[in-house]
Nanobody
Framework: QVQLVESGGGSVQAGRSLRLSCAASQYTYSRICMAWFRRAPGKEREGVAV????????YYADSVKGRFTISQDNAKNTVYLQMNSLKPEDTAMYYC?????????????????WGQGTQVTVSS
């Protein structure tokens, strides 16, 4: 049973940065897909970024390309989401998700494991 614990959320002004962390434990997969999703009030859950640990490939939602970066620290079993140039529309609960493999990384139902979420609030 993989356990995911997010941290790093908070309240910032537009244009500032935050870094989210997702610590994964108790998984034995040699490769794993780690993703960040977010859910804003009144909106559907949205895939933000994904990292395929085996290849190192990363993909991003169009809304965050060029501003967000997903990365991993294998030694710490931790995935990060560096969020720069934050906008009010980035305000949401951010969730870390994991699966041994996903075909469509934006489909939440493909992920087996989820963290509890961390709130990001961006004010104008």
């Amino acid at each position: 049973q993989v356990q995911l614990v997010e941290s790093g959320g908070g309240s910032v002004q537009a244009g500032r940065s935050l870094r989210l962390s997702c610590a994964a434990s108790q998984y034995t997969y040699s490769r794993i897909c780690m993703a960040w999703f977010r859910r804003a009030p009144g909106k559907e859950r949205e895939g933000v970024a994904v990292l395929y640990s085996g290849s190192g490939n990363t993909y991003y939602a169009d809304s965050v390309k060029g501003r967000f970066t997903i990365s991993q620290d294998n030694a710490k079993n931790t995935v990060y989401l560096q969020m720069n140039s934050l906008k009010p529309e980035d305000t949401a609960m951010y969730y870390c998700a994991a699966a041994p493999w996903v075909f469509d990384w934006t489909t939440a139902g493909q992920y087996n494991y989820w963290g509890q979420g961390t709130q990001v609030t961006v004010s104008s």
